[in-house]
Structures are given as C-alpha cells and as structure tokens.
C-alpha cells in the first residue's frame, strides 16, 4: 500500500473512469427498487406512485354498467327468447345427428282435413290450433325445424286440465316437468325465470293448471316465430296446390 501512495500508482480500471452523479433512469430505479433498494426520486413519489397505480387499475377495470345492457335495451323479452329458442333447435339437431335416435310419439287420431279447413288454417293461429287434423301438420313442420317439443308440451298441458284424479294429476305434472321444464330434458322448451318460478311453486302442490302460463307463453312463442315460417313452407304449400288440384279435377 506504501508503494502505491508513494508512486501515484492506480489499477488500470480505473485510468479515465468517469463517475456519473446525474438522475437515476426510470428503467434503472425500477431494477433498484426490485433488488431491494430504494431511490430517493422513489421515496418522494412513493405516495403519489400508489395513487397513480391505484388510477390507473380503476381505469382498466370494466365499466359494469355495460353488463347489464340488456335490462335498459329496447328489446322485448319475446326477442330474447326467440333468439333462445334457435339455439335450442341447433343444438337438438346436433344431439339427433350424432344419436340418431329420434322417439316421436304418435299423432293425434283425426280425419282428413277438407279444403276449405286448410285454408281456414292460414287466416289464424287459433283456427289451425283448434283442428286436430291442422296441429298435426304443423307438429309435422315443427319437427324438421327441431321444435315439436313445444306442441308436445302445449299437448300435455292440455290432458292434464282434463284429469280429475288427484294422484293421475300429480303423476302427470311430476312427468310434464321431467320432460319439458327440467334444464337436463333434451326436450326443455324455452320459458323466461318468471314462469319457471311461478311453475316451482305449483310443482308443490300440482293442479290441472299448474303450467297454465307456461304453455301460454310456447303458445305464443309458436304463433310468433314457428307459424309464419309455417304458412311459407313446402309441407303446407303442397297441401294448398293438392286440394286445389283434387278440387279443379272433380
């Protein structure tokens, strides 16, 4: 160590080193923080850096009003579930192509249908919905659109306001929720919370009308959306030109 003070001797490393003494980076006051340390730039701003932080978190998180769009939006609730009752349909076609098996229960017993009762067929919903003859082309249509579960509920629905016994009613209510109200049915058809509440707390004690809204609401759901599509297709168009047809040739 003598030798070095007496001679001026330093290493070579530190021959023109040059000391900076500026501002610290940001990028660098960052690193310094990491391991451990602490700037003093860092120090002054430590309380408003957690203000900023905290801002600038507030500012990312989502606005939560626009989760609830739908409650101000001018859409009717008949929309809604249109809209739900295509994805139904899509998705019971999906289940009937990969199982390929399809239980279609028998139609209803009625007589062959004049001219003038298929033509009163497209005048309105009721006046198809009250012929047997007419339910059973229209549930014929529904089933290549993937939706006659809806007549088949609005069916049961109807027996069952037929029955007088108290334990065939209770039975019959047990097996019309299993088969259309149950979210585990493949048959489910499409009903707002509404009317699936109203119906949980008929389910306790079952009467002939206990989905009396129920089947109102697929009633509609089929006059609005399935019976216009209906009045279009090929299985009604082809009953209209063949009864024209018999009729221009008798």
């Not at 001797?9 to 690193?31: C, Q």
Request: aromatic share 8%; proline share 5%; with cysteine.
């Amino acid at each position: 160590m003598c030798l070095r003070k007496r001679s001026g001797y330093r290493p070579p490393d530190l021959i023109n080193a040059k000391i900076y003494t500026g501002p610290i980076p940001a990028e660098r006051g960052g690193e310094l923080a990491m391991g451990g340390g602490r700037s003093e730039t860092s120090a002054l701003s430590g309380t408003g850096g957690g203000r900023d932080a905290t801002t600038t978190q507030n500012s990312q998180r989502p606005n939560a009003c626009c989760f609830c769009w739908c409650c101000c939006c001018s859409c009717s609730c008949l929309t809604v579930r249109n809209e739900e009752e295509r994805r139904r349909r899509r998705r019971r076609k999906r289940i009937s192509q990969d199982t390929k098996m399809e239980t279609i229960p028998n139609c209803e017993a009625c007589t062959k249908p004049s001219m003038e009762e298929i033509r009163l067929w497209s005048q309105s919903f009721d006046k198809l919905m009250r012929n047997p003859a007419g339910r059973n082309v229209f549930r014929e249509f529904l089933r290549t659109e993937y939706s006659e579960e809806n007549m088949l509920f609005w069916l049961a629905c109807e027996d069952l306001k037929q029955e007088i016994n108290k334990g065939a009613i209770e039975e019959k209510a047990r097996s019309i929720y299993e088969d259309y109200i149950s979210i585990l049915s493949p048959k489910e058809v499409s009903l707002d919370a509404r009317v699936r509440e109203v119906i949980n707390r008929k389910m306790q004690d079952p009467t002939p009308h206990a989905f009396e809204d129920a089947q109102l609401q697929i009633y509609t759901l089929m006059h609005r959306d399935s019976y216009p599509r209906f009045l279009s297709s090929s299985i009604y168009r082809s009953l209209v030109h063949g009864g024209s047809r018999t009729s221009s040739e008798s």
